[in-house]
């Protein structure tokens, strides 16, 4: 079964930093893609970043770009999201998502999400 | 960017309706090479995460009630529920994947008419 748990998320005050990470399971981690999306309290969904199994690809969203960065290590079965500069509208339910197997493809399995709140 | 707008933002149902919903993209999703469509669709229910209902427009994933059929090309996408039943009741968004930045319509709320 596949599985994808997300923590390192929290209060965080504006222009700080944190670093989610999403631990996977259930499939070959290093044969998939993998994605960063958001959820804004009350809001629709927004994609925010995606690396691909070797992380020779890596898109952001503009919204983030230079100020986060996604990163993974297949021997620890592990995907990340460092992110720096926090703005109060990065507060979101930060979802990690696999991607599927095409370079171009759909989130296939989605975890359950860890809260980002950037407050004073 | 690729901005799909979906229709209507809510619809209130009775179970057993038939129920179709619009999702439009700012350009074709259709790549001529395999001549796929790159749109998705997924299902949201409270308090929970988003989850694969449809891919490639009209594929739908294992497990998924054959209720639920995606139709459309090009620029224009539906999402049909034959026949709706309670467990249903969700928001319901598309996505394209033809590009990058991905991005997802605003989303459908199906409600209890």
């Known amino acids: 079964e596949v599985q994808l748990v997300e923590s390192g998320g929290g209060l965080v005050q504006p222009g700080r930093s944190l670093k989610l990470s999403c631990v996977a399971s259930g499939f070959t981690f290093s044969n998939y893609g993998m994605n960063w999306i958001r959820q804004a309290p009350g809001k629709g969904l927004e994609w925010v970043a995606y690396?691909?199994?070797?992380?020779?690809?890596?898109y952001y969203a503009e919204t983030v770009k230079g100020r986060f960065t996604i990163s993974r290590d297949n021997a620890k079965n592990t995907l990340y999201l460092q992110m720096t500069s926090l703005r109060s509208e990065d507060t979101a339910l930060y979802y990690c998502a696999r991607h599927g197997l095409l370079q171009w493809s759909y989130f296939d399995y989605w975890g359950q999400g860890v809260m980002v709140t950037v407050s004073s | 960017d690729i901005v799909m707008t979906q229709t209507p933002s809510s619809q209130a149902v009775s179970a057993g309706e038939k129920v179709t919903m619009s999702c439009k993209s700012s350009q074709s999703l259709l790549y001529s090479e395999n001549k796929k469509n790159y749109l998705a669709w997924y299902q949201q229910k409270p308090g929970q995460s988003p989850k694969l209902l449809i891919s490639?427009?009209?594929t739908r994933e294992s497990g998924v009630p054959d209720r639920f059929i995606g139709s459309g090309s090009g620029t224009d996408f539906t999402l049909t529920i034959s026949s709706v039943q309670a467990e249903d009741l969700a928001v319901y968004y598309c996505?394209?994947?033809?590009?990058?930045?991905?991005?997802f319509g605003a989303g459908t709320k199906l409600e209890l008419k």
């Open positions: 490639w427009a009209s």
């Open positions: 690396i691909s199994s070797g992380s020779s690809y890596i």
């Open positions: 996505e394209q994947y033809y590009d990058t930045p991905y991005t």
